[in-house]
């Protein structure tokens, strides 16, 4: 960019900070604070950084798709959004997440579940996202990290969420999706919450809607179905992804994928690839160090 970024105001910062917020890993922001101590800090470095965390990651997005910088469409690029604020605000905001309350022992190891998760299904739809030619890989890899956003929220409002959502997992089959069971003990699940979370945060809205949908492959990929191309695309990214990193594991606390061996059928054949093709494919994205979590 050959103009300079434009300044945000504290007050500007703070509304940003309004609404929904999810806590920030702790250790993303001791090493954002270290990179911030540089005599001449890395833009690209903290990029990263911030790209490993939904928190921060809804919070710059909110900012930088709001009215004041007037772009013409939503990005979901980090990247980009970083360059578009700058170093100053961008540290601004870090400092300002900082300060939000800290949260207790029990509270991270819990969280640490989510946050792993995003960050690994993040990096393995952006990667299945190139290896399938996919257009638009940032707002794959956005799916990835905020797909399950409504998590920290739920278990704020409900403290025995993480065994619901277990519970959830292991009830799996053709008829009884994930959300049905959060449903029933909660009457709303993480999937609406995080569509909210995605319309607070200014998300474009076809990645909104994916986030609701994402445990409603079943009927996104049903012959019948008048769900936009571009949803189901995203869709297929991030259910590719979310069976090769385990989450039914990492998540759900369960040794088999009863989601994943629901929807494979539909959802392989929706991308055009052979169950041979997609074990392949798995190996590929396992050995590039995607898909790691292992518990």
């Not at 910062?13 to 890993?25: F, H, K, N, T, V």
């Not at 399950?148 to 065994?163: E, H, Q, S, T």
């Not at 909210?196 to 809205?205: A, H």
Request: hydrophobic share 40%.
């Amino acid at each position: 960019m050959s103009q300079a970024s434009p300044q945000l105001t504290e007050e500007q910062i703070r509304q940003a900070l309004q609404g929904i917020s999810i806590p920030p890993q702790p250790q993303i922001m001791v090493d954002l604070q270290l990179e911030q101590l540089m005599p001449s800090p890395d833009l690209k470095v903290i990029s990263r950084l911030i790209g490993q965390d939904p928190g921060l990651s809804g919070a710059l997005l909110k900012l930088v798709n709001s009215p004041y910088f007037g772009l013409s469409n939503r990005i979901t690029s980090i990247q980009r959004a970083v360059n578009l604020l700058g170093s100053q605000s961008v540290i601004n905001l870090i400092n300002a997440q900082s300060i939000k309350g800290e949260l207790t022992d029990e509270t991270i190891v819990i969280l640490n579940r989510f946050w792993d998760t995003a960050q690994d299904v993040a990096e393995t739809c952006l990667s299945l996202a190139k290896k399938t030619g996919y257009p638009t890989p940032d707002e794959a890899y956005a799916l990835g990290l905020f797909h399950n956003c409504g998590i920290p929220l739920m278990l704020k409002r409900f403290p025995n969420y993480m065994a619901v959502l277990e519970e959830a997992y292991a009830s799996v089959n053709e008829q009884v999706r994930v959300v049905d069971v959060e449903n029933r003990i909660f009457s709303t699940n993480h999937a609406v919450v995080g569509y909210f979370i995605s319309r607070s945060w200014r998300l474009p809205e076809h990645v909104g809607q994916a986030i609701a949908n994402h445990h409603n492959a079943q009927s996104v990929f049903d012959e019948e179905s008048t769900t936009d191309i571009q949803i189901k695309n995203l869709l297929a990214l991030l259910k590719m992804a979310e069976h090769i990193c385990g989450c039914y594991r990492a998540l759900g606390g369960q040794d088999e994928d009863h989601e994943w061996q629901a929807i494979a059928p539909r959802v392989l054949d929706h991308v055009g690839l052979s169950e041979y093709d997609f074990e392949s494919l798995k190996e590929t994205i396992l050995e590039m160090g995607s898909g790691r979590i292992n518990y």
